[in-house]
């Protein structure tokens, strides 16, 4: 039990399905509870959730950085549509990672600025409130085609068109 623990722990696409419903899920969990923090007006849960959200959205760079690793042994795993589904998730990674590394960025700025500026407090958490709400939509867009890579029951329209520098493989 333990070795074949060890063994999955090895493996960069392991690892990627493993973690990569930290960047959605747990971003979901950060995000309603700052919603909430903010209608009750309490500064300390605004920071414990803006620390919620900051890591959550900084968990978003090693389920990239482990998705990229598992790319090419996904990739000889998969069918054909699997394979465009695959190039289509790599294409919407490599494009938008960076709204969650902002989102880290912005909220780690809304916990720290009000110790020396009181007043930028509610315009941060705002600003994060609505950054969030985007970077969670941009999740789910990338999510929702690494889904439908392995799982052919998720395949409800067809695979996005082959990308050139893919033809070849």
Known sequence: MIDT???DLR?????HVLINPLPIYGLLMGWIGLVIAVSVKSRRAQVATLAL?????????PAYEFGEQAYDRVLSMADEDGKAWLDEHKDRGEDLIWIFYALAVLSAIAITAPIKW????TPLVIAVIFFGAVTLGIGGYIAYAGGKIRH????NVPPPPKRAEHEDD
């Open 5 to 7: 623990l060890l063994r």
């Open 11 to 15: 493996q960069p696409e392991y690892i």
């Open 118 to 121: 009181p007043k930028s407090s």
């Open 152 to 155: 052919r029951e998720f395949r």
């Open 53 to 61: 959200v900051f890591i959550t959205s900084a968990s978003a760079w």
